[in-house]
């Protein structure tokens, strides 16, 4: 009798852990390197507030702005590993994981952030999403945040010149690298972490990032002058891990889906204007010189960036950077 009290109290006591661990949310991990006030802190934010709404006591999304999970250097790695869900690396930290993505980073190819749209939501632009699939990497969204602009410590920026033998941090992207040398400066690899204080120590004389970026990071206090370039995209792919995503229960998968969908229309409307809230913010602190260009001026940048295309031409596809020039209208 006794022992069948025992073996009838384990049973229960079994029972109800296995009913606490059906019970508990899973835990979706969204890690980036960005503060929250721009346009992917937002959207991540966005996301965990419609993936807790739509999906109760089923899943809980911890979010980690300010690569305070992971950083640059990290995150591909551990979204392969399993360690988080999602990140949402820019377009230019792709560079091991295909080639294509290098498209975006080409110089003075998209007219505006409404023609990165047009291509990103086309054919080839979606097709994109799942091209490192057999990297273990599957795309759920593209997010917006804008057009780069260059900054120097240096009072003269208006032409091309201005940057020769200067020292510029780039993401870790070989076309990036590339458009620097084209302008006889030298760029040196860096994650967006390192950068504040590679600006204020020196160790760097530049940079190029968009106007949310360069106060949220508070780049335009260690910085003397900032051109209004608009010559290269900063977006973002959101990625997951692809055998995590296909082995979702259906439910979960298509509530995360749906707040991705909801996160990401959040995330690019605000994108524009956080960008230009930030860019007002940053003239008026007065610290950094905000240094206007001519139509000629950008036309001496785009000529001397132009060597770019070339080079990466038959590793990006014609075909991709034809229809990514159609999408200027
Ligand atoms: C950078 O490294 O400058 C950017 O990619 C940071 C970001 O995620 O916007």
Known sequence: MKMIRAVFAGALALSFSAGAQAQA????????????????????LKFKEVAERLLPGKVQVQVFPSSQLFGDAKELEAVLLGDVQFIAPSLSKFDRYTKKLQVFDLPFLFDDIAAVDRFQQGPEGKALLGSMKNRGLQGVAYWHNGTKQLSTNRERLARPDDVKGLKFRIQASDVLEAQFRAMNANPQKMAFSEVYQALQTGVVDGQENTWSNIFSQKFHEVQKTIARTDHGVLDYMVVTNAKWWDGLPPDIRKGLQ?????????????????????????????????????KEDVAVWRKAMEPVWKKFEADIGTDLIQAALKSNR
Do not use: Y
């Open 25 to 44: 949310p899973m835990v979706v991990k969204f890690s980036h390197v960005v503060a929250e006030a721009t346009p992917k802190g937002q959207g991540a």
């Open 258 to 294: 749906q707040a991705m969908d909801e996160a990401t229309a959040h995330a690019n409307r605000l994108a524009e204007e956080l960008n230009q809230r930030d860019r007002k913010r940053i003239e008026e602190a007065g610290k950094a010189k905000v240094q206007l260009l001519t």
